[in-house]
């Protein structure tokens, strides 16, 4: 089984942009001073794409590790991501505090200990400097729990275990909204509300075999039926206002065609939608997507009245910010990952 899937880092470059267009919505224009039209919708989106390729990728280095190896080292596994994840994330989390701690911007209690345990999917009344952690928070909740279940519980179970997941999420959502409504604001974040989407993720890269064996599912993978995918996805996501039927049926929904879209993009890489996510641009924002999604916050901020927070310098002072961290943070750490390995 090979782990490099081509088309991934162009699926990350479309779901930031997805994220930075939501969070560009309603920052003011630099000369005219009007709002950017609202696109919020794009957020939720471009994170569902994260976290199924995220469930996808991981799942699949996993199990290629006990193919070719007959184990799964943790201790690998959480150093590999350790120095992925971590370094450029607490130089983003350092710059804020420090910047707070001057008075340059204001931040609500709790931010500091939730955003450096990786907490900040439980802690709903933060600032907007750290309120994009909360996906990284899932994210890290997920690396924690994932790779410790299917070594302890074996792949078959693991992924068992997954499949639950994806059932009974959409019960607990329901659940909250329904008989909680004090805890709806927790939906969509906390883990067990959220972790389907990831769930989803690895189930595909746990079947990848058993769907290679079905000639019906590669057939329509490969037919003109497969459009309805994506517009069930687009339709999923717009449904957000329908509370209870995106809480039990939509996200559901939505996570399902991300992934089939995925297993379509890495079974068939050369026709037109592979080779585009193969394109230099596409491939390029989805390598510098992990830091454009760190830094975009402080300058894609609504709220302010600050010129940097306005449209076009907020974008360029993102990428700006986004490719000082890449270059000295995360591409001297990739190297040096591939030296450890």
Known sequence: MSVRVPCLDGLRGISVCLVLLAHLSGTRELTSGARLPELYGLGNLGVRVFFVISGFLITLLLLHERAKTGRISLLRFFLRRALRILPAAFLYIAVILLLG???????APGDRLHALTYTVNYHHLRSWYVSHLWSLSVEEQFYLLW?????????????????TLVVAAPLVRTGMWIFTPARRIEIGEAFSTI??????????????????AKPAYLRFLRSGWFAVVPLLGI?????????LIDCLVGQTVLNL????????CRRLPDDRVGRLLETRLLAGL????YSLYLWQE??????????????????????????????LIERPLLALRKRLR
């Open 235 to 243: 339709a999923a996501n717009a449904g957000q206002s329908y509370a």
């Open 286 to 289: 989805g390598v510098l997507s």
């Open 257 to 264: 065609a991300i992934a089939l879209c995925i297993d379509r």
């Open 195 to 212: 972790g389907d989407a990831l769930a989803t993720g690895c189930l595909l890269a746990g079947l990848q075999d058993w769907l290679a």
């Open 101 to 107: 701690a001057l008075g340059l911007l204001v931040l």
């Open 298 to 327: 402080p300058f894609l901020n609504r709220f302010a009245r600050s010129p940097l927070t306005a449209f076009p310098l907020n974008l360029l002072l993102v990428f700006a910010a986004a490719f000082a961290s890449y270059g």
């Open 147 to 163: 790779p410790a279940l299917l070594v302890l519980a074996g792949t078959r179970r693991g992924l068992a275990l997954a499949a």
